[in-house]
């Protein structure tokens, strides 16, 4: 598929880095505010999605492979469970919150209940882990369909 | 509140009716887009139903994604879709 008009490409290459970082947004506030991981990583992989429409299927297969989208996709679920079983080892249970209480990062306790990013032990981590994976995973879902659908024009 | 009890009936109807245009319309691109907007319309009532977690991975994955994914597919076939006999 080719891209489409010098408009959408325009309109698509300004929208792009400010949906990405509110995508990152919701999901560094997982912990705080409505949204997580997947939330917010359903967010950026709309905006990639919106510049592979936008600019067409050779550009983005010229710059991102999909083998390099499953081993993201890999390692954002290596994390993920790599983090819990840290909680075992350092903690004494599966998904123990060992960070909580310490001077490491996230490791505050928010005083009075008020909003404070520096909370949530190993929760904001898990976040990012599952932001990774869902962002890898959806984004490659629509690169192999689009790949499909250019196969199928030649 | 009686406002947000007429939403509650209207925002429904308004989710019907956009899925009947979607079907109803020959043309398959304007067919994704009242797709996508039935999408934004339950994303909306999910917020409305106070979960807003739902209500952003609605609007993420049901207008954004599923609207890509289609358009990639209709550019590899057909814009228009064919009378039946």
Not at chain 1, 27 to 56: K, R
């Amino acid at each position: 598929m080719k891209g489409m008009s010098t408009i959408v490409k325009t309109i698509a290459n300004i929208g792009f880095p400010i949906i990405t970082i509110y995508g990152l947004y919701v999901i560094a506030h997982g912990h705080l505010t409505p949204g997580g991981g997947f939330q917010g990583g359903a967010i950026v992989a709309s905006g990639l999605a919106l510049l592979a429409v936008a600019h067409g299927t050779s550009w983005v297969e010229s710059k991102v492979k999909e083998h390099d989208l499953s081993m993201l996709e890999s390692l954002g679920a290596l994390g993920f469970i790599g983090l819990a079983f840290l909680g075992l080892l350092m903690g004494g249970a599966f998904f123990s919150n060992f960070l909580v209480d310490t001077s490491m990062l996230f490791g505050a306790i928010p005083v009075d209940g008020a909003a404070n990013i520096n909370t949530g032990g190993t929760l904001p981590l898990m976040n990012f882990a599952v932001g990774l994976k869902v962002i890898a995973g959806l984004f490659a879902i629509v690169l192999v369909m689009a790949i499909a659908t250019n196969k199928e024009e030649d | 509140m009686i406002l947000l009890d007429a939403i509650h009936i209207i925002l429904p109807l308004l989710m019907i009716v956009s899925a009947l245009i979607a079907v109803y319309l020959k043309d398959l691109v304007a067919a994704t887009i009242a797709l996508a907007s039935m999408s934004l319309l339950l994303s909306l009532e999910f917020y409305i139903l106070q979960a807003p977690d739902v209500a952003i991975a609605e609007a993420g994955v049901g207008a954004a994604l599923t609207t890509a994914i289609l358009i990639l597919a209709i550019k590899a076939t057909k814009r228009t879709e064919e009378e039946e006999e």
